[in-house]
């Protein structure tokens, strides 16, 4: 298994697919009542308006994940521009997905590490408690990640996991 991530804003075709993928992303999470997902129309967003403002987005790096050099999944990272250097992180996973047929094959894992060593800094990752999915595979994933390095922290329904993946990379 040959797992990659490319820059989706440079490969159309990239784009495409995870425009043709974004609907299955919003079906996964609306089931989870993070009360966004459910209520986009009613708000005034469309999910084509939602995909486009993350490729805008200047502090957004829109990732797609590949395996043997086929989409399979994408992620959303944000940057932060901190106002100084005691900025709480420097990077969160905005969002992640890997579309269902991949999962639990190790796809998802193998991309973390990559996104991780690509954007070495202060990471936040957040979950909410009503997926329980994603917070077991971010507290799987991050623990092999860190070592079991790592904070995390809980309310107001969501699972914070905090850590630095440039000091991950030094004790390698």
Do not use: C, K
């Not at 209520?39 to 403002?53: C, V």
């Not at 502090?59 to 989409?71: K, R």
């Not at 917070?135 to 309310?155: I, M, P």
């Amino acid at each position: 298994m040959s797992v990659s991530v490319r820059d989706t804003r440079f490969n159309q075709a990239d784009r495409r697919w995870m425009e043709g993928v974004y609907r299955d992303y919003l079906t996964d999470l609306a089931p989870q009542g993070t009360g966004v997902f459910p209520a986009l129309g009613e708000i005034g967003h469309r999910e084509p308006d939602l995909l486009a403002s993350w490729f805008s987005d200047s502090s957004a790096q829109v990732l797609t994940i590949l395996q043997n050099d086929h989409p399979v999944g994408f992620a959303l990272v944000r940057v932060r521009q901190p106002l100084s250097d005691r900025a709480a992180t420097d990077y969160s996973m905005a969002e992640f997905f890997i579309a269902r047929r991949w999962r639990r094959q190790g796809v998802g894992q193998e991309a973390v590490r990559l996104i991780l060593d690509r954007f070495a800094g202060r990471w936040h990752i957040m979950e909410y408690l009503r997926n329980p999915g994603a917070v077991s595979f971010w507290r799987r994933v991050v623990s092999a990640y860190t070592r079991g390095r790592y904070q995390e922290r809980s309310g107001s329904g969501e699972i914070h996991q905090y850590f630095d993946s440039a000091a991950v990379r030094v004790r390698q």
